[in-house]
């Protein structure tokens, strides 16, 4: 008689323990030699601190957003409008389209066809199938040749990020950026067609460690100095502080957020802000925001409709 073997899974499988489609996906990697995740962009470096002070405080105006994913390769198209009473337009608009495969063809992404409030034009185009590893892009403003710019990203070194950008027609006017993750804490500096008469990049550090994140961002040769500190109380409660040094002077920021559903910050020019998101239902959330002036005595209020 046959006998049935019982299945032995190896420790040295890492995906024994997923859900057995990630288990799918993490083989499929592995024989694919998928490339490890990248660290951040360079201006991404305070973004965990940033979601809580920035993110979400809609404190002035009313807006109405909607993201519509169509069956026409994956398309999805997102609008924006606003209501401005007493403007000589009451509901300007912007459209931008996203199409994964435009016409059928995979290997290009439109990242972004939008037109804004104004009737400007912007197109975002991408493509990864070059090389592994690279990503290769185009904007344009569909107006003006000499705007076009095009660029390209390169995580094919391990926990290493490169990015480079310059216009078309001028390739000395460039940018670029390079990070690089140790362990818990990321580097990155930022440098633009200045450095090549002397100028000095700007240069980033972050360090994420448990429930402690703090980061610091040197620019202008130097001469200006940001800096942001989060710490994650439990999993509900979330706090984030920011100071901006430079020859202008301090300014500094103080918030949290619980649950991301009820947001409070507090500036050092004593504005207070506040904001409350309630999902009402899948897929329809609303956010609404509220500031006021204590030097001044003014307030302001805000409502966002969102419907995905």
């Known amino acids: 008689q046959a006998q049935t073997m019982p299945h ?25 030699g998928a490339l ?14 940033n ?8 404190v002035s105006g009313y807006v109405f957003k909607a993201k519509q994913k169509t069956g026409w390769g994956g398309a999805v198209l997102s609008t924006q409008v606003d209501l401005s009473p007493g403007a000589p337009c009451v509901t300007p ?16 992404c439109v990242d972004k066809l939008e037109m804004d409030k104004g009737g400007k034009l912007k197109l975002e185009a991408s493509s990864d199938q070059a090389y592994p590893g690279l990503k290769l892009d185009c904007k344009s403003d569909l107006k003006d040749v000499s705007k076009i710019s095009a660029g390209c990203t390169y995580v094919g070194l391990p926990c290493a990020q490169f990015k480079f950008e310059c216009k078309v027609t001028d390739p000395k006017d ?8 140790r362990d818990s804490a990321t580097f990155g500096l930022k440098f633009t067609s200045k450095l090549l008469s002397g100028s000095l990049p ?15 961002l040197a620019k202008e040769q130097f001469g200006s ?34 649950k991301g559903l009820y947001k409070l910050k507090v500036t050092q020019d004593q504005v207070v802000s506040c904001s409350v998101k309630h999902a009402v239902a899948k897929g329809f959330n609303v956010l609404g925001g509220a500031q006021y002036n204590i030097p001044k005595g003014q307030p302001s209020y805000g409502l966002q409709l969102s419907i995905e």
């Not at 608009?93 to 290009?108: D, E, Q, R, V």
Request: hydrophobic share 40%; with cysteine; charged share 20%.
């Open 36 to 49: 490890p995740m990248a660290p951040v962009k360079f201006d991404d470096i305070p973004k965990v601190a």
């Open 174 to 181: 460039f940018t670029g950026e390079a990070t690089y993750v």
């Open 225 to 258: 100095f940001s800096a942001t500190a989060h710490y994650k109380a439990n999993p509900d409660l979330r706090c984030a502080a920011l100071c901006n040094y430079s020859t202008k002077g301090t300014t500094f920021t103080v918030g949290c957020t619980y």
């Open 93 to 108: 608009t912007k459209l931008a389209w996203k199409l994964p495969a435009p016409f059928g063809f995979s290997f290009l």
């Open 8 to 32: 032995v899974v190896s420790h040295h499988d890492p995906s024994h323990n997923l859900h057995p489609r990630r288990a799918k996906q993490a083989g499929a990697a592995q024989l694919d």
């Open 202 to 216: 700007d240069f980033g550090v972050r360090i994420l460690s448990g429930p402690f994140f703090c980061s610091v």
């Open 51 to 58: 979601e809580v002070l920035n993110d979400d405080f809609h």
